[in-house]
């Protein structure tokens, strides 16, 4: 698949960003920084993006969040519900437990995704402000 002027503007955008955003966020947010682009084309680039596991992709509330992690290895998130905050986890103990839960129920070729949802620390020292 080749790359494009638009996924790459795409991609360009959630460099270093630590949170993730949904593809309206997105949108507004470049074309406010003055990129031409559609909503549509927005949310083409971003799932082809996850289709080649360059962005990470989580579900708030029914609606798709993006974000490019720093690490290519299988892991899930940890991520705050207030500011957006996200951290990335691995718990070989949790993967373990995924693959005896599978083995025991007959399953292979397993797969999952686990997002955890909290408050971070700053949000719960502001709030208690």
């Not at 207030?82 to 995924?98: H, N």
């Not at 025991?104 to 397993?110: I, K, M």
Request: aromatic letters at 8%; a negative charge.
């Amino acid at each position: 698949m080749r790359n494009t002027k638009q996924r790459e503007a795409v991609k360009a955008f959630l460099e270093g960003k630590k949170a993730f955003f949904s593809a309206q966020q997105i949108f507004t947010q470049m074309v406010a920084e003055g990129t031409e682009i559609s909503l549509p084309t927005v949310y083409r680039n971003l799932q082809r993006l996850a289709d080649l596991d360059e962005v990470d992709v989580i579900s708030v509330e029914g609606e798709s969040l993006y974000r490019i992690c720093a690490t290519d290895h299988h892991h899930h998130h940890l991520v705050c519900r207030l500011c957006g905050k996200t951290v990335d986890i691995a718990g070989p103990e949790f993967e373990r437990w995924v693959h005896n839960v599978a083995d025991q129920a007959g399953f292979s070729e397993v797969t999952h995704s686990v997002d955890i949802f909290g408050i971070c620390k700053k949000c719960h020292e502001d709030d208690a402000d």
